[in-house]
T-cell receptor, first 113, second 114 residues
Framework: KQEVTQIPAALSVPEGENLVLNCSFT??????LQWFRQDPGKGLTSLLL?????REQTSGRLNASLDKSSGRSTLYIAASQPGDSATYLC????????????FGAGTRLAVHP | EADIYQTPRYLVIGTGKKITLECSQT?????MYWYQQDPGMELHLIHY???????EKGDLSSESTVSRIRTEHFPLTLESARPSHTSQYLC?????????????FGPGTRLTVL
């Protein structure tokens, strides 16, 4: 059964720091991995989608990498800003399916000025 | 503008009441989902639908029921709410086809049962 774990659970950093958020999954037979952002009391916004054939994806200050063999993904945030404060979730498809997702518990990020 | 909507955003009700959480999307997506999320915890899939008249239970057992009579509408119903149902409920839809599993989420409904 697929399980998704995110470390750390919470992170508080000063503005300007470069950050690494970690995500691990137990079943490496995945089609893809997604990173989402969730602001308090709101829904999820998709940040990056990495297909199983890819090793990384970049969007602005965000870079996500995927290592299927080790069951790991990292989300790198460069030059963090207070507006980056949110919970970051990673998700992978259910085993045998690609449209139903299993989520980690998230990393709650606070960037202070 | 294509989007996904949920109403109400917040709901506080008494035990035993019947409630329906609404979810609508204007993107024409076939696949729709309901997730339940307790504070600080993972999202858990409770229901999904691959199209009209198609509904399945998700990974987490739930006493709620869903229906899919129209493509754009996927309501969730609790016949008799209990305090254990207090949670946030998130609706999502996704584009069809392998390689395009992007899910779009609504803003969520935060339910409190007293």
């Amino acid at each position: 059964k697929q399980e998704v774990t995110q470390i750390p659970a919470a992170l508080s950093v000063p503005e300007g720091e470069n950050l690494v958020l970690n995500c691990s999954f137990t079943d490496s037979a995945i089609y893809n991995l997604q990173w989402f952002r969730q602001d308090p009391g709101k829904g999820l916004t998709s940040l990056l989608l990495i297909q199983s054939s890819q090793r990384e994806q970049t969007s602005g200050r965000l870079n996500a990498s995927l290592d299927k063999s080790s069951g790991r993904s990292t989300l790198y945030i460069a030059a963090s800003q207070p507006g980056d404060s949110a919970t970051y979730l990673c998700a992978v498809p259910f085993s045998g399916g690609y449209n139903k997702l299993i989520f980690g518990a998230g990393t709650r990020l606070a960037v202070h000025p | 503008e294509a989007d996904i909507y949920q109403t109400p955003r917040y709901l506080v009700i008494g035990t035993g009441k019947k409630i329906t959480l609404e979810c609508s999307q204007t993107m024409g997506h076939d696949k729709m989902y309901w997730y339940q999320q307790d504070p600080g915890m993972e999202l858990h899939l409770i229901h999904y639908s691959y199209g009209v008249n198609s509904t399945e239970k998700g990974d987490l057992s739930s006493e709620s029921t869903v229906s899919r009579i129209r493509t754009e509408h996927f309501p969730l119903t609790l016949e008799s709410a209990r305090p254990s149902h207090t949670s946030q409920y998130l609706c999502a839809s996704s584009e069809y086809g392998e390689g395009m599993p992007l899910q779009f989420f609504g803003p969520g409904t935060r339910l409190t049962v007293l």
